[in-house]
């Protein structure tokens, strides 16, 4: 079993940067695939960023490149997604898990919030 718990989401403004990072419990964290996933008011879950487990493969949504990036630390157990020019339509709760997701490691989320 893994927990994942994602931190570092606040308001900022647009234009604004945030940076995101998803703790993992368990040292199995290094084999898998992992994503950032986020869901808007009253839209669903999109995934973001992937990154393999090595990190030489990330994948990003269209909305999203060239503004964010994904990286990760398997010595630190930990994943990261850093946001710049961030936009009103960022705004979502983001949460991590693997990919595909697995249903059992959704955490809490973090809240983003891009609003002047």
């Known amino acids: 079993q893994v927990h994942l718990v994602e931190s570092g989401g606040g308001l900022v403004q647009p234009g604004g940067s945030l940076r995101l990072s998803c703790a993992a419990s368990a040292n199995i964290f290094s084999l898998y695939l992992m994503a950032w996933y986020r869901q808007a008011p009253g839209k669903q879950r999109e995934m973001v960023a992937s990154i393999s487990s090595g990190s030489s493969i990330t994948t990003y949504a269209d909305s999203v490149k060239g503004r964010f990036t994904i990286s990760r630390d398997n010595a630190k157990k930990t994943m990261y997604l850093e946001m710049n020019n961030l936009k009103p339509e960022d705004t979502a709760l983001y949460y991590c898990?693997?990919?595909?997701?697995?249903?059992?490691?959704w955490g809490q989320g973090t809240q983003v919030t891009v609003s002047s």
């Open positions: 898990n693997t990919l595909p997701p697995r249903g059992e490691y």
